[in-house]
Structures are given as C-alpha cells and as structure tokens.
C-alpha cells in the first residue's frame, strides 16, 4: 500500500480507504464488516470514512467496535454532519447547534476522545460560513477534530471558505469528497486544478461508479445479492447500462486484460493517476474485494493506456 499527505497537512492516509455507506449497520452483518475491516487494516489501509446518517450511526458503531483491536493512532478515522438526523429544526445543517450535538454524538457512538477529519458533508446555504468555520474550529482547538474536510462543494464554495479561514485565523480545509470515476469526471474542469492550487485534496467516492467499473453489471444484468440490488439501485443502472456502455466496459477490460489486472483495478488506478487525489474511497461486502482493491495501488498506467482510456470514455 502506499500512501499520500492529505492536501497541506503532515497526514498521510492509505492510496486506498474504506467507507461504510450502504454497506455496514445495513447490507452487510458486523461479523462480515469486521471482518472486511480487520482485512483493510492488515493489507495497508489506513484510512477509514463513515458519517453520522450512515444507518443513523450504526454504521459508525460497527466501524469503530471493528477498529478497536488496533491503536488509535495507527488509523485514521473520518465523520460528517450536514444531512437531517431527526424532525427538529435544528437536526440538520451546519449551524453551530447541530455540528456541536453531532460531533459529540459521533464520538460517543464511536468511544472515540477525537475523529481524525469532520467533513461538512453538503455546503448549507442557510447557515452562515463564518458560524459552522468557527464551531469547528472551537472542536479542533479542544482536540475532538483534528483536520476539517468538506463533501462536494463547487471551488467557489471552497474558496470561499479559504478567505474566510484566512481571514479569522480559523483551521483551513485539507480535504473535499467528490464522486469521481471513469464515467462521473465533473471536478476535473474547476475543482482539481483550483484544490491543485490552494493544497486540498480529494478523497473520492464512488470510483467503481456503484460497482459498475467491476464489470458485474454489465448486460443490465443485477445480480441478486449485489449491493445494487438490495439498495435499489438496480432500476438506475439498467437506466446506464446500455450497447455503448457495454462496449466501453469490454475494451476497458481489455486494457486491464493486457496489465494481468481487474477492471476494478484498471479503475481505481486510472484515479489514482491525479495527483490531488489523496485516496480513493471504496466499499466492499466482502474481505476478497479489499484485497482486490487494496492491489490498485501498486498499478501504475502508461501514457498510453490513458490516452486509449480517454478514446474509450469519449465513444
């Protein structure tokens, strides 16, 4: 496994991370998560991501009961707040109210005295900037967050928090959580080069686009004990999987046929080709996947490959 440092900051986390949404506290039983988790731990992953409306906490619980056989500060754990965690009016957002309750609830949930990154896990128009920058400021200076991350917010969103932050002398945010895949590559016209720039970066989500860049999916056939078909998100990707789509997953196979490697492999490396990119985000519903994916960091793609890649997307 090999490891980059999180945007400016000293910290360094796993090339791969594993994340607990739609999978722990839901589709996959704590036996099997502890085990997926213990799996991660011992081929080099450190860095492990939940959040506060995963399963309304649970999975935050079977994450950290997973990680207690091993030191704290030999892992990094990760949270979030923003998302509605009950009917209140003040259960949601980024006010100082809301992200103070969560972050403590987090950490009792956890049995945690700290979360190494708290991620505002959607930008609230409704609160200003200034408030939810110096809540969690105040929790980096009482020690219970040590880094402070954001959750797809545009560049305007994250520059804004820079000036900010500058501004007041606040913690500054290391790291954004965008979706980026093969098929998802939004953030490569404004937010990578400015993230580039500024020194944030980007641990990203969904880089096996649901599981689709595993090859499974393809056909339009759901397996019935995939993670797609019990989270129901068969309907969208029979939407997706159509001849072209098909085509472009067969000659990207083939391009990871030619490296001895997994498609999965092929496009977990082809993200890990950015250099902003910190980490990369995946989910798993069993050991075995962790280890595939865990490989992908050792995959280094030619220029050529990325250009076929490129041809290959554009059809």
Request: hydrophobic share 40%; proline share 3%; aromatic share 10%.
């Amino acid at each position: 496994m090999n490891y980059r440092r999180l945007g400016r900051s000293g910290l360094k986390v796993s090339e791969i991370s594993l994340g607990s949404w739609l999978t722990f506290g839901k589709s996959v039983c704590e036996q099997k998560a502890t085990d997926i988790i213990h799996q991660a731990y011992e081929v080099g992953i450190n860095f492990f991501d939940s959040a506060n409306v995963y399963e309304r906490g649970q999975a935050e619980i079977v994450m950290s009961r997973a990680l207690k056989t091993f030191p704290r500060e030999s892992y990094v754990m990760t949270t979030k707040a923003f998302w509605p965690m009950g009917d209140g009016p003040n259960d949601r957002g980024l006010s100082r109210k809301h992200i103070m309750d969560q972050v403590h609830s987090s950490l009792k949930r956890m049995e945690l005295d700290y979360v190494d990154i708290f991620y505002c896990h959607r930008y609230d128009v409704e609160t200003p900037l200034e408030e939810t920058l110096r809540a969690i400021d105040d929790l980096i200076r009482q020690g219970k967050i040590l880094y402070v991350g954001v959750s797809e917010w545009t560049a305007a969103q994250i520059q804004e928090a820079f000036t900010i932050a500058d501004r007041y002398l606040l913690d500054r945010i290391i790291v954004n959580q965008p979706q980026y895949n093969l098929f998802h590559r939004d953030i490569e016209e404004e937010i990578l080069p400015m993230c580039e720039r500024i020194g944030v970066s980007q641990v990203v989500w969904s880089p096996l686009a649901q599981g689709v860049l595993t090859g499974k999916y393809r056909r339009g056939e759901i397996p019935k004990g995939s993670r797609a078909y019990q989270s129901g998100e068969s309907s969208w990707m029979k939407k997706v999987i159509n001849d072209i789509f098909n085509r472009k997953i067969d000659l990207l196979d083939d391009i990871a046929k030619e490296y001895d490697i997994t498609l999965a492999q092929l496009a977990l490396a082809w993200i890990l080709r950015q250099p902003n990119v910190a980490s990369t985000l995946v989910g798993a519903s069993e050991p075995s996947q962790i280890i595939e994916n865990a490989q992908a960091s050792n995959v280094v793609l030619n220029f050529e490959t990325l250009q076929k890649i490129e041809e290959i997307t554009a059809i």
